[in-house]
Every structure is written in C-alpha cells, then in structure tokens.
C-alpha cells in the first residue's frame, strides 16, 4: 500500500494531511481533562488534604484536626525514644508560644503504638512541652500519614491543604517560622 501511495504523491499528501489532522485531534483531545468535578483525597503529600484525626489529647478529651480548619497547623508526628524528636519539641513550643493567638495551631502526634505512654509523658515534662500533645495508640495517625520517619512533620494551610513535608529531623524553628510567616500572610 505504502508503495502505491508513494506512485501517487497527490494521495501520498491526502494520506498524510489525513494522519496529521488525526494527530492534531488526539492532541486536542488529550488537552482536556479527561474527568472534571472530582475532588482531591486526602494524601499526606504537598498539595493535598492532610488526613482528619482524632485523638485523645494529653490534657483530657480529644482533639481534632477538623476542628482546627481556618488555622495555619504543625503536625509533627514523634516518639519519646527518637533522638531527632527529643531536639526538635523545643523548636515547635517556641513556635507555639510565639504564634499563639495569631492563627498557629501546633499539634505532636505521639506515636504511642511505637511507644511508651510513661515515657512520653515524662519527657514532655522535661522539656516543658505546653502545645497540644495527642497519642495515636492505635496507629491511626501513622497510617494515615503513612508514617516513614520519625519525625515527621507537616505544615497545612488554613484550607487543610498540606503546604510543606518535612522528614527526618531536627528541624529548626527558623525553618518553620519562615513557613509558618508566609501562610499566616495568606488571607483566610
């Protein structure tokens, strides 16, 4: 076929301006999205809805991550036996004392699956930790967030939408802070 095409360069152009319009079509069409309406599930990635949790809280009661939309929020997931975490709680409460009151919810999620509850307490009362404290003793927390590492934090925006991920530690509070300022400036 492809010969007799080419005997004949008057079909030989039809057959390619024909397969070329076919390209241009299918691109066209590829533009587009395929599926509208749908809306993002939470994923613990940038850019996505960070998982709803509630957990019972150190204080008495639960806290949810529901409950805090409209608030610029600090997830930091921890345990009492990680080096990294012990260096990195006094980070987040200097956040937390500096930001309270202007639109900043610092939350530590204490892997209590992974953990001794006695010794989370007691370091938290070494270091004088005063932010909300819950403890995800059934692992809820760490599969939701797909937990790789300890620590591990989040930062999500005022629309629960997860801005920035951060593994492994410690990370410096000037590093949150500068993450923290940026959102805080975003209107509500």
Do not use: K
């Amino acid at each position: 076929m492809i010969a007799r095409l080419a005997r004949r360069p008057s079909a030989w152009t039809a057959a390619t301006g024909a397969l070329a319009v076919a390209g241009l079509l299918w691109i066209a069409a590829s533009a587009r999205p395929a599926l509208t309406g749908l809306t993002l599930l939470p994923n613990p990635r940038q850019g996505f809805p960070a998982p709803e949790f509630t957990l019972p809280s150190r204080e008495g009661g639960e806290f949810s991550l529901a409950d805090q939309r409209g608030q610029v929020v600090i997830i930091n997931l921890w345990a009492s036996w990680c080096r990294p975490c012990r260096a990195e709680l006094p980070a987040l409460e200097r956040l937390h004392a500096e930001y309270t009151g202007r639109g900043l919810v610092v939350v530590g999620i204490n892997a209590a699956d992974q953990d001794d509850r006695a010794a989370a307490e007691a370091l938290l009362r070494e270091l004088g930790i005063t932010f909300p404290i819950v403890f995800d003793a059934s692992g809820q927390a760490s599969r939701a967030y797909q937990l790789r590492s300890l620590p591990s934090t989040y930062v999500v925006g005022r629309d629960g939408i997860i801005r920035s991920v951060i593994f492994g530690g410690p990370v410096a509070a000037a590093t949150l802070a500068s993450l923290v300022d940026d959102l805080l400036a975003e209107a509500p």
